[in-house]
């Protein structure tokens, strides 16, 4: 529900502003009060009239109406709200957001804003995957901008994949979300995920099979519950969840280093595979072969621990260190030697031998070991799993 709950809603001009008027609807029946604000091109798709009557509210159109001024000004404006959505987040919005531009009333309400902006971006299917809107979005992410969608579908102007608005019921849920006020409100928590990848040379990389589902699934529940997540994580095979402020990286030590910086928090989850080891003599240029039949030799240094560094901290420890531990032999003894080994509250194992099909599965069975002893909780979705901890983490934060 979101009632009580106040909007400001600024509408991009695309062919996808039709369907702002929807989510106006929407988020009203839950109680929220939406405060529209119209981009000049948004007005060749909705009417000011139109979106005025489904708000029950004062459409602000200009920067320079002085009337406007009079009444509320920019700043109090980006203010008032609880939340500023942007529906439809067209590419030319996101640009203007990445570039910090503030040169009419949309773009100048985001920059004053000091509440927290989901956007619901929506556009051609080339300009989405355009290298500039791809770097924008990761831009933005890193910003702390939440995002919902886009959707993969047939597209307005006859070509298909991913550009489509979310529909509205998605952009309420993602509201709703961020507004969560969860027994984790005012709580900070940083989650890694995913795993990380160690170059060998510019084309070639060390992996695993970790594909971020578990972690992402963590962040999205830690959120629902009113937390404000930092998300770090390694090149995932599931997009990040909304709600959340997301770091992308590569390497191990880019983890760490967004990890420091993401500091201080209340509680850190570490669910990233991290990669043990680097290639030390990594190659600036293609490795070739040279004719004679010999491999490289890679040489390998050791990665730093991230989690063993968080939960060794003298100062600024957050409160709850929770580990995981993939293990494929003697899965509780290993854990629990590792638990003790890096300094953790909470180790949270699991058995990854391939018949468990765990690794890259939907799936998860784990033990959760404390100094209150092992909880052994039964084979559960990876999502069910993750609303557990995140409802174990809350009653140890709280
Ligand atoms: N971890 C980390 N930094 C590393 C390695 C691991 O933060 N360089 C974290 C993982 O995110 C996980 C926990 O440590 O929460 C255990 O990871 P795991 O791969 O199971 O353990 P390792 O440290 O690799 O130990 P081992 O090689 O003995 O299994």
Redesign the pocket.
Known sequence: MLAGKRILLIVGGGIAAFKSLDLIRRLRERGATVTPVLTKASEEFVTPLSTSALAGQKVYRDLFDLTDEAEMGHIELSRAADLVVVAPATADLMAKMTAGLANDLASTLLMATDKRVLIAPAMNVRMWEHPATQRNLVTLQGDGIMTVGPDVGDMACGEHGPGRMSEPLAIVDAVEAALADGPLKGKHVLV?SGPTHEPIDPVRYIANRSSGAQGTAIARSLAALGADVTFITGPADVSPPSGVKVVKVQT?REMKDAVDTALPADAAV???????WRVENASGSKMKKDGSGKAPALEFAE??????GVSQLKKGRPKLVV?????TDDVDA?ATA?RKR?GCDW?VANDVSPETGIMGGSENAVSVISDEGTEVWPRLSKDQVAAKLAEKIAGALT
Do not use: Q, W
Request: proline content about 4%; glycine content about 4%.
């Open positions: 890694t191990a570490f669910a990233a595979a991290v990669a043990d990665n730093p621990d991230i989690l063993a580990g995981f531990a993939a293990e290993n590792k890096k180790i």
